[in-house]
C-alpha cells in the first residue's frame, strides 16, 4: 500500500503543474479585478488586457519549481529559475488566449467525458507502474478498481482537472482541423515532393567570399551614411561587464592519494566477503548503477571511458579489478560475462574529491571570500579581496540580458542574471561552481539600444563593405553566366573563375541538402539539361543546371494510398495546429511587468 502511495504522489507530481496553470487561469483568479490597464504591486503584467494576478503567477512558478527540484534534486541556478520563470509565463500566454477561443467557440466537456477518460486514458506513469501490471502488460482493471480507492482520490481530483482541460483542448483543435481535405490529387502532389528526385549541379557566387575585402574601400561619409539608415540592424541588448575574484577548489595530489586509499579500502571489503552489490549501494557515487548495486547492464566495447574499458576487457570474469582510474575517478571492477565486442559488469565510483586537510584549507578561502566580499558596494572592495587572498583580478566576457557569464573559459551560473540586478560597482554573493568559487563586481552597464558609431565603426564599415561586394559578386555571376551560355561546362567555368561547383543529388523536394528554398525551388522547375539564370537571393547567387530526375512511383503510391492519406493528413492537420497556436500567440497583446515587479519585491518596496 505504501508503494501505491508513493506511485500516487508521483502521479500527483505529474499533473500538479497542469493543475496548477488550470486553476489560476480560471477569470475569478488570474485577473487582477481592479481594472485591466492598471498596474499595481499585485500585478505580473497583461494578456489582452486583462491584468495577471502576480500572486497567482509567483504560486504557479513556486509549482514549476517544485517539480523541476524533484526531476532535478540538484541546486537550480538562478538562470535555470528564469527559464522556468519565462516558461510558467508563456503557459499563462497560451491558456489565456485558448480560454478565449474556447468561449468565441462554445468549447464545453461534461463530467461524464472527463470520467470516461480518467478511467479508459490512463497516464503513461501510471501504465508503466508495478501495481497495475499482469505478467508484464498494463492491467486496466487494476488500475481502474485502484481510482476507486480512499488513497486515489487526491490524483483523481488531479486528473478529472487535467483532462478536462486536455479535452477542451483536443474539441477545440478538432473544430481548426475540421475543414482539411486531401483530395487524390493533393495527395499525390505531396507524395511527389516526398518521393520525386532531382540531381543538379550547382555553383555559387557567395560575396562576402567571392570578393576580398581589400579590393573594397569604404569611405567615412559612406559608414556614418550606412548607420543613418540602418539604426534597427544594430540594436543590442543591455550588456555587462564584469570584474572577478576566483578561488579554486580542484583537488591536488593529496586528494588523489585520499581517493585511492578509500578505493584501495573498498576493494578490501569485497574480497573479504562482503557482497559487491551491497558496498555499491552505500560506496558509490554513481548514484544511477548505485540503486542496481553497480549494475552496468551490457556495454559495447569502446563506449566507455578508455581506462575503464581496457581494464573491464582484460579483467577475468568474476574477478574484483584494482582500482582503476579514468576521468571520473577510481573504480572497482567485477565482470559479470563478456562475448566478443560486449561486455556486462558492475562498478564502485570513488570520486577524487576535496578531502582532509586540502578541504579545510579550501574551506576556510572560502570563508575568507565570503567574509570580505559581504555587503561590500566600494568599486575598490574587489581588489582588497583579492590582494587579502593573493588571487589575481579577472575580467569576464561581455555579457549580454539573458545569457550566462564566461569567466576564462569556465561558464559560471547566477551572475549573469545577477548582473543585470545590482547597480554598477556592487559586489555579487560568493557563487560556487564544481571548480572554483567566484565574486563579481559589476564594472559597468550599457543599456539596450544602438550604440554610437565610433564604438561599432568597424562593424558598420564592413556592413558596407558586404553591400559593395554584392554589388560586385553580381558582375561576377553575370560573367561566369556568359561563360557558360557560350558553351564552357559549368565545372570548368567555376574552376576558372575560382568559384565553388557541386553536385547535388538526388533528393527529394521535402528532404533537400539545400536550405535555400529559391534554389530548391529551380531545382524542381528545371527538366534534365536545362539551366537556370542567376538566382539572386538572400544568401548568395546561384545558378544550377538538372542533370537527373527521377520520378515518384504511381504504382506504389495508388498501392500505399489508404496509409499515406493518414499520414498526410496528421501532418497536415499538425501543421494548421502550431500554426494557429502561434497566430494566437501573436495576435494577443501582451504587457510583461515582471522585471519591475521583482525589482520592486527585491528593494522590499512597492510599484
Known amino acids: 500500500m505504501m508503494q501505491t502511495f508513493r506511485n500516487s504522489a508521483k502521479l500527483i507530481a505529474i499533473v500538479l503543474g497542469v493543475l496548477m496553470l488550470i486553476f489560476v487561469i480560471q477569470l475569478s483568479g488570474i485577473f487582477d479585478n481592479r481594472g485591466p490597464t492598471i498596474f499595481t504591486r499585485t500585478s505580473a503584467g497583461s494578456i489582452d488586457g486583462q491584468s495577471v494576478d502576480a ?54 466537456v461534461s463530467d461524464e467525458e472527463v470520467i470516461q477518460a480518467v478511467r479508459n486514458e490512463p497516464p503513461p506513469e501510471a501504465q508503466r507502474a508495478a501495481e497495475f501490471q499482469t ?44 475543414d482539411i481535405f486531401l483530395s487524390d490529387a493533393a495527395l499525390w502532389q505531396h507524395y511527389r515532393d516526398d518521393n520525386e528526385k532531382v540531381t543538379v549541379s550547382l555553383t555559387a557566387v557567395i560575396p562576402r567570399n567571392a570578393v576580398p575585402d581589400s579590393t573594397i574601400a569604404v569611405t567615412p561619409a559612406e559608414a556614418s551614411a550606412w548607420y543613418k539608415a540602418h539604426q534597427d540592424d544594430f540594436k543590442r541588448p543591455a550588456t555587462a561587464f564584469l570584474s572577478y575574484v576566483s578561488v579554486p577548489r580542484l583537488p591536488d595530489a593529496s586528494d588523489t592519494a585520499a581517493a585511492l586509499t578509500r578505493a584501495r579500502a573498498v576493494r578490501a571489503e569485497i574480497t573479504g566477503g562482503a557482497p559487491f552489490a551491497e558496498v555499491a549501494k552505500r560506496e558509490s557515487s554513481d548514484s544511477v548503477s548505485a540503486k542496481q548495486g553497480g549494475e552496468l547492464g551490457e556495454w559495447k566495447k569502446g563506449s566507455m571511458d578508455p581506462a575503464f574499458d581496457s581494464a573491464a576487457f582484460a579483467l577475468p570474469i568474476g574477478a574484483v579489478s584494482e582500482p582503476v582510474r579514468s576521468q571520473f575517478g577510481f573504480h572497482i571492477i567485477q565482470m559479470e560475462s563478456r562475448s566478443g565486442e560486449k561486455a556486462k559488469g558492475r562498478h564502485i565510483l570513488i570520486p577524487i574529491e576535496l578531502s582532509g586537510a586540502h578541504r579545510d584549507q579550501v574551506d576556510a578561502r572560502a570563508d575568507s571570500l565570503d567574509r570580505l566580499s559581504a555587503e561590500r558596494k566600494d568599486p575598490k572592495a574587489l581588489e582588497e579581496v583579492a590582494k587579502s587572498l593573493g588571487e589575481p583580478v579577472g575580467h569576464s566576457s561581455p555579457v549580454q540580458e539573458g545569457t550566462r557569464v564566461l569567466a576564462g573559459n569556465v561558464v559560471v551560473p547566477d551572475a549573469g542574471v545577477w548582473a543585470f540586478r545590482a547597480k554598477a560597482g556592487e559586489l555579487s554573493p560568493v557563487i560556487e561552481t564544481e571548480y572554483a568559487l567566484y565574486v ?81 525551388g529551380a531545382a524542381f522547375a528545371l527538366q534534365p539539361g536545362q539551366r537556370s539564370g542567376v538566382l539572386d537571393t538572400k544568401d548568395g547567387l546561384y545558378i544550377l543546371q538538372s542533370v537527373a530526375r527521377q520520378a515518384a512511383d504511381s504504382v506504389a503510391f495508388a498501392k500505399d494510398l489508404d496509409q499515406y492519406r493518414a499520414r498526410t493528413l496528421r501532418q497536415v492537420r499538425d501543421g494548421r495546429v502550431r500554426n494557429y497556436l502561434q497566430a494566437l500567440r501573436d495576435a494577443a497583446k501582451i504587457e510583461d511587468h515582471r522585471k519591475e515587479l521583482e525589482a520592486a519585491t527585491r528593494a522590499g518596496t512597492t510599484t
Request: proline fraction near 7%; avoid cysteine; charge should be positive.
Open 135 to 178: 505478467d508484464g502488460k498494463f492491467d486496466l482493471a487494476k488500475y481502474q478498481r485502484w481510482l476507486t480507492s480512499p488513497g486515489a482520490a487526491p490524483v483523481v481530483e488531479a486528473l478529472a482537472a487535467s483532462y478536462r482541460e486536455q479535452l477542451r483542448r483536443v474539441k477545440l483543435l478538432t473544430q481548426v482541423t475540421s
Open 440 to 520: 563579481f563586481r559589476l564594472d559597468s552597464l550599457k543599456a539596450a539600444g544602438v550604440p554610437p558609431l565610433e564604438e561599432i565603426r568597424g562593424a558598420v564599415e564592413q556592413a558596407v563593405r558586404d553591400d559593395k561586394k554584392w554589388a560586385r559578386a553580381r558582375d561576377i555571376a553575370k560573367e561566369y553566366l556568359r561563360r557558360v551560355e557560350n558553351g564552357e561546362p559549368m565545372a570548368e567555368a567555376a574552376k576558372a573563375m575560382g568559384l565553388p561547383n557541386r553536385e547535388f543529388g538526388p533528393f527529394p523536394r521535402t528532404n533537400p541538402p539545400l536550405t535555400n528554398p529559391v534554389v530548391v
Open 55 to 108: 500572486r497567482t503567477y509567483e504560486a504557479a512558478v513556486r509549482q514549476a519549481l517544485d517539480n523541476q527540484q524533484r526531476q532535478s534534486p540538484g541546486r537550480l541556478s538562478l538562470e535555470d529559475e528564469q527559464q522556468l520563470r519565462d516558461q510558467v509565463w508563456d503557459q499563462f500566454i497560451q491558456s489565456a488566449v485558448l480560454e478565449a477561443q474556447y468561449k468565441k467557440h462554445r468549447i464545453t
